[in-house]
C-alpha cells in the first residue's frame, strides 16, 4: 500500500461480514491488492460459520492474518457478550480446519460510549479493566493473540499513578491506537507517549487511521483527501516510526469505506 522500511503490519477492520456472503472474491481481492497482511473481521452470529471458514481458509493462504473481532460500549455492564464471543469461537474451531483458524481476537469496546462514563468514570474504568482480563484470560487459554483498540487520549485518562492506556499496554499482547487525524505530523504526536509506554512493557502499537465520513471535523478522516494524499501521510508516519521497536504498523479504517472510496478514484490513485 505504502513503501515500508521494515516487515510492518498493514491492517484493516471488516465491520460487515455480510460482505463476505455477498462478494469475497471483490474483498479479497482488494485486500490482497492494498497488500494487507492482517484483518479484523466482526463477528455476526447470523452469518454462516461455513463463510468465516472459507475466508478464513483462503486469507490465510495469501499470507493474510485473520483477528475475530467484536466489542461495544455495553460490553461493560457484564461479561456476559465476551462470553457469547467465546462459546462461538469454540463452536467455530470445534470444525475449523488447520488453515481456518483465527490467528487472534481484536477487541473494539469504546467504553465512553456508555453511559456510565459521565455518571461514574471509575466505574466504567474498572469494568472495562475486568472485561479485558477476562478477554485476555479467555485468549491466553485458546493460544489466541488479544489485540485491544483504544483511542489517542487515554493516556490523559488517570488510573492511579499511571494512565489507562499504560494499563491497557500492560494488559494486552499487543494494541491499535485510533489516532485519527489526516496530516502526518499530528498522527505522529499524539500516539509519542503510546510508543515510550509499549516500549517499557516490550509491546508493539498499531497506529490506526480513518478513511470514514465523521462529524468530529475535517481534520480527523482522510474522508476528504484522495487516497495518494493519505499513503504518502501514511509514508511519513512509518519513516519517523521505522526504528522505533514499539511501532508494528497501520490500519485503516475500514476496509468497506476504504473500498467505496476506491471506487469513485482513478486508477492511478488507487495504485499507490
Known amino acids: 500500500m505504502f513503501a515500508q522500511e521494515k516487515q510492518l503490519v498493514c491492517a484493516t477492520w471488516l465491520w460487515n461480514p455480510w460482505l463476505l456472503v455477498e462478494n469475497e472474491d471483490?474483498?479479497?481481492?482488494?485486500?490482497?491488492?492494498?497488500?494487507i497482511s492482517d484483518v479484523y473481521v466482526q463477528i455476526d452470529v447470523e452469518v454462516p460459520v461455513d463463510?468465516?471458514?472459507?475466508?478464513?481458509?483462503?486469507?490465510?493462504?495469501?499470507?493474510?492474518?485473520?483477528?475475530?473481532?467484536?466489542?461495544?460500549?455495553?460490553?461493560?455492564?457484564?461479561?456476559?457478550e465476551l462470553e457469547r464471543l467465546f462459546r462461538w469461537f469454540d463452536q467455530?474451531?470445534?470444525?475449523?480446519?488447520?488453515?481456518?483458524?483465527?490467528f487472534g481476537?481484536?477487541?473494539?469496546?469504546?467504553?465512553?460510549?456508555h453511559a456510565w462514563w459521565r455518571?461514574?468514570?471509575?466505574?466504567?474504568?474498572?469494568?472495562?479493566?475486568?472485561?479485558?482480563?477476562?478477554?485476555h484470560?479467555?485468549?491466553?487459554?485458546?493460544?489466541?493473540?488479544?489485540?485491544?483498540?483504544?483511542?489517542?487520549?487515554?493516556?490523559?485518562?488517570?488510573?492511579?499513578?499511571?494512565?489507562?492506556a499504560e494499563w491497557v499496554i500492560a494488559h494486552a499482547d499487543g494494541v491499535t491506537i485510533m489516532a485519527y487525524r489526516d496530516e502526518a505530523e499530528k498522527i505522529i504526536n499524539i500516539v509519542k507517549k503510546e510508543m515510550q509506554i509499549a516500549k517499557k512493557y516490550e509491546k508493539q502499537i498499531v497506529v490506526g487511521v480513518e478513511t470514514g465520513q465523521v462529524d468530529e471535523g475535517d481534520s480527523v478522516s482522510f474522508f476528504e483527501e484522495d487516497e495518494a494524499y493519505m499513503n504518502e501521510q501514511l509514508a511519513i508516519v512509518q519513516k519517523y516510526y521505522a526504528?522505533?521497536?514499539?511501532?508494528?504498523?497501520?490500519a485503516v479504517h475500514h476496509v468497506e469505506q476504504w473500498?467505496?472510496?476506491?471506487?469513485?478514484t482513478s486508477e492511478g490513485e488507487m495504485d499507490e
Open 119 to 135: 455518571t461514574n468514570e471509575k466505574e466504567a474504568v474498572t469494568s472495562y479493566q475486568t472485561l479485558l482480563q477476562r478477554a
Open 137 to 164: 484470560e479467555l485468549a491466553k487459554e485458546r493460544s489466541l493473540r488479544f489485540e485491544v483498540d483504544i483511542p489517542f487520549w487515554f493516556d490523559e485518562v488517570s488510573y492511579g499513578s499511571t494512565n489507562l
Open 51 to 80: 463463510t468465516y471458514r472459507q475466508f478464513v481458509r483462503r486469507a490465510t493462504e495469501k499470507g493474510i492474518r485473520v483477528y475475530a473481532l467484536d466489542g461495544a460500549p455495553n460490553w461493560i455492564e457484564n461479561g456476559e
Open 243 to 250: 526504528r522505533t521497536k514499539s511501532f508494528a504498523g497501520i
Open 105 to 113: 481476537v481484536h477487541l473494539d469496546v469504546e467504553p465512553y460510549l
Open 259 to 264: 473500498m467505496n472510496r476506491n471506487g469513485k
Open 26 to 35: 471483490r474483498v479479497l481481492s482488494f485486500l490482497e491488492k492494498k497488500q
Open 92 to 102: 467455530y474451531e470445534s470444525v475449523a480446519e488447520k488453515n481456518e483458524k483465527f
